[in-house]
């Protein structure tokens, strides 16, 4: 196929991709091409596809709210969608007040402005933010700014805020060291606390875009032990873990942490459709309450908050999560086996499972997002019906929830020739 005269794609080199196949239906976790061919989306299309492509009771649900109400301005109004969302997403994360955006960076970005907003409409001097190496958090200037410096933000640096940085102690299968490289990180983490500081941020046990790098629970718990009892606030950027990824429905239950905000996007809407919300405490909340001070309110809001279909979606998908836990909950019992051969393989190095998440390193030159031996792992894994993107060198299953034995098998097998074949 040739690029389309009119489109821009994100995050692509046109000068050195093929031109992208154009997608004519999806259903499952099958994605089907205009030429007849059919792919597992074994990514589920950027991590957003949680149960499957067009799965019928979400589809249903939209299209009921889309005939009662598609959209209404949501300072002055409210709606029953938004307040039943609000309602379960409260119970589900411990936090209670929930504040809708459209995508994952504006809900890192909102998270970032109301911890740092919170702290000034106390008077307080805390103005150190930290975040970790590898971090990703999105694409818009703050998320920028608190993710690690990369590829995605050398264009901007001069343009990006401070933000103090710990060591990721990322572990794998036979991992030795790790106690040691967390024990160090720990300890940079208790110095960098010696300043007084606004908050934390943190993708939960794995850290996605910089190559599905996973940390030990205990890990995270010490971290937000440490950030807690220090007083700063404790943001987990649950965009890419959230429901269902790690096997629990957030990673911070998987840990055992509560933190003080939480970013929620990509699985929210079961995939369908671009929301995200960012949850607080209801003690962050009675910090922006002043009947005297209008600088103390949240100036912040999205045309589309609490889109009546979206959050429609939202409560179809909850629905099909709370029915069926086995099926996030018994997905790494699913990798297991299959990441196991594979981790006999000469090429394979750092195998790593959580949840429905798989990876490991392709042992072929540095350990980069522009390792080009990503892109010779995708070409013949399409060709064996298996669409994946790898991280550079990094290659990883996130699948649909619906995935089948049978597909999963065909994932691995298409791996495994193409490790054979390298
Ligand atoms: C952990 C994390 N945070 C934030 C984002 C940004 O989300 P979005 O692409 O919806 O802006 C991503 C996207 O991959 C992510 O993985």
């Given at each position: ?12 080199q046109v000068a ?142 001069d343009l990006l ?49 910089a190559g599905m ?210």
């Amino acid at each position: 196929m040739a690029w389309h005269p009119h489109l821009w794609h994100p995050i692509t080199q046109v000068a050195r991709s093929d031109a992208p196949q154009r997608v004519v239906r999806a259903q499952g976790s099958l994605l089907q091409l205009e030429d007849g061919r059919e792919l597992i989306d074994a990514i589920s299309s950027w991590w957003v596809t949680l149960h499957g492509h067009a799965e019928p009771s979400i589809a249903e649900a939209i299209g009921r709210q889309a005939q009662q109400l598609e959209q209404v301005i949501f300072a002055n109004f409210s709606h029953s969608p938004a307040e039943q969302l609000a309602s379960r997403l409260s119970a589900l994360t411990g936090l209670e007040r929930l504040f809708f955006s459209d995508n994952g960076s504006s809900a890192v970005e909102v998270a970032l402005k109301m911890a740092w907003q919170w702290w000034r409409n106390q008077g307080s001097e805390r103005r150190q933010l930290i975040a970790f190496e590898g971090a990703y958090h999105g694409d818009t200037f703050g998320a920028m700014a608190v993710g690690d410096r990369s590829v995605f933000t050398e264009a901007f640096e001069d343009l990006l805020f401070d933000v103090t940085r710990l060591p990721w102690p990322a572990t794998h299968w036979g991992d030795e060291q790790v106690e040691e490289r967390e024990a160090a990180a720990l300890a940079v983490l208790s110095e960098a606390l010696q300043t007084p500081t606004a908050a934390l941020i943190v993708e939960p046990l794995i850290q996605g875009a910089a190559g599905m790098r996973m940390v030990r629970p205990q890990f995270l718990k010490a971290v937000a032990e440490l950030v807690q009892s220090s007083g700063a606030l404790l943001i987990a950027d649950e965009v890419m873990t959230g429901f269902g990824r790690t096997g629990a429905v957030f990673a911070c239950q998987r840990a055992g942490i509560q933190p003080d905000l939480v970013a929620l996007s990509k699985g929210l809407t079961g995939g369908f459709l671009p929301m995200a919300v960012t949850m607080a405490s209801e003690r962050i909340y009675a910090g922006f309450i002043s009947e005297s001070e209008p600088t103390a309110t949240f100036f912040h809001g999205h045309s589309f908050t609490a889109n009546p279909l979206g959050c429609a979606a939202a409560l179809a998908s909850l629905d099909l999560l709370e029915a069926n836990p086995e099926r996030y909950s018994g997905f790494e019992a699913r990798h297991q086996p299959h990441l196991t051969a594979l981790s006999n393989h000469p090429k394979v190095l750092h195998a790593r499972c959580t949840g429905t998440v798989a990876a490991f390193e392709l042992d072929a030159g540095e350990t980069s997002y522009l390792n080009p031996i990503g892109k010779t792992v995708q070409r013949h894994c399409i060709e064996q019906g298996v669409y994946l993107r790898p991280l550079g060198n990094v290659v990883y299953l996130l699948p649909p929830l619906c995935t089948s034995d049978a597909q999963l098998e065909q994932c691995y097998e298409a791996l495994r020739s193409c490790l054979d074949q390298l």
